[in-house]
Nanobody, 124 residues
Framework: QVQLVESGGGLVQAGGSLRLSCAAS????????MGWFRRAPGKEREFLGA???????HYADAVKGRFTISRDNHENMVYLQMNNLKPEDTAVYYC??????????????????WGQGTQVTVSS
């Protein structure tokens, strides 16, 4: 099993930045693809992007160019750097892991283990 704990959420003004962190423990998370989702109030969960074990990344169009996913395999950490935040980015952000694949970047359904989430609120 793996445990994922997100941190770094908070309140930020539009145009600002935040960096979310995700600490993975319990298994060798560095051998697996990891990613980020978010769920805004009243909306379906949204896949934001993923990072393979070797650092390759893929992003959803909604966040491409503003959000960057990175990882530190030695520390079993994954990060989501969010720049130029907009009010519509307000959501609970979740760190996820694909417990099967080291390479999955696009199949959102395969990310089968989730953290508890961290709230991000962007004020206008």
């Amino acid at each position: 099993q793996v445990q994922l704990v997100e941190s770094g959420g908070g309140l930020v003004q539009a145009g600002g930045s935040l960096r979310l962190s995700c600490a993975a423990s319990g298994r060798t998370a560095s051998r697996h693809s990891m990613g980020w989702f978010r769920r805004a109030p009243g909306k379906e969960r949204e896949f934001l992007g993923a990072i393979a074990w070797n650092g390759a990344t893929h992003y959803a169009d909604a966040v491409k160019g503003r959000f960057t996913i990175s990882r530190d395999n030695h520390e079993n950490m994954v990060y989501l750097q969010m720049n130029n935040l907009k009010p519509e980015d307000t959501a609970v952000y979740y760190c996820v892991i694909d417990l099967i694949s080291a390479w999955n970047l696009v199949d959102a359904s395969k990310f089968n283990s989730w953290g508890q989430g961290t709230q991000v609120t962007v004020s206008s």
